[in-house]
């Protein structure tokens, strides 16, 4: 891997800021550099990791297209730093919804899924980006006839279920019908920002697209667990994700799907 200081001046050079401070924020799960840029407005920079090169290409798509809508960030420049993918949006100030002091896990769900509810509301013909579940479980069965997925990594109600029998439940149980909306994609609590301002912000598009939108909650309501296991999660859906009945039988597809991503 290329020095990681390297990479961040050769952002900075290409960004016209050699010499601004930067805050390496870590790695996270794809192996990206990510860094927060001190700048005019701050800035996020990331670069490419290696791991999931596919998917850093989608989210730099994605981020073009929306071009700050939908609480999405802007995205000021993209390139490549040392051979290596790259690309620099405007920081969304504020507080992962994970990282909210339990007192405010309620008002954060209410505001996150105030925002998943107006994305998903959102008019899908324009979007190019396709997340339908055909799409969805091709990649899964490649995922899994290439030994990608590591079931050491499943939940803990999974223990002992192989990625073949899973992908063979969701092939079994698939459901008959889709109901697509514009869907982040990774709707877990990290991903969304809740600002001063009590609006919120969404980040790591990688997997934005036309997707059910049960994509989207399954995600929302196991990470809400995982973060706050006491939160009334089904509750504030219900409550604050308007004029839809939940579906359990979704939740658990939807959820089960995830783990072969």
Known sequence: MSDE???????????????????????GMSGDL????????????????????????????????????????????????LGRPARVVEAIEGTPLHALPPEMAEAGAAAALGALARLHAT??????????????LQEAARRVAAGAVDPADFNSGLAGRTP?????????????????VLAHGDASWPNFILRPDG?????DLGRFGVADRYLDLA????????????????????AHYPQHEISSDKLIYYSLLDELS
């Open 5 to 27: 200081g390297a990479l961040m001046r050769a952002v900075l050079s290409a960004l016209g800021l050699a010499g601004a401070r930067t805050t390496r924020m870590g790695h």
């Open 34 to 81: 990510v860094a927060r840029v001190d700048a005019a407005p701050a800035l996020y920079a990331k670069v490419d990791g290696g791991r999931a090169p596919d998917e850093f290409a989608r989210e730099l798509e994605a981020l073009a297209w929306l071009d700050g809508r939908a609480g999405a960030p802007r995205l000021v420049w993209a390139g490549e730093v």
């Open 199 to 203: 609006g919120v912000g969404l980040i």
């Open 164 to 180: 073949a029998s899973l992908l063979a439940e969701l092939e079994r149980t698939r459901p008959a019908v889709e109901d697509l």
């Open 219 to 238: 995600l929302f309501v196991r990470s809400a667990l995982r973060n706050f296991p006491g939160l009334p999660i089904l509750a504030l859906v219900e």
């Open 123 to 136: 008019p899908i013909a324009a979007c190019p980006f396709d997340r339908r579940l055909s799409r969805q």
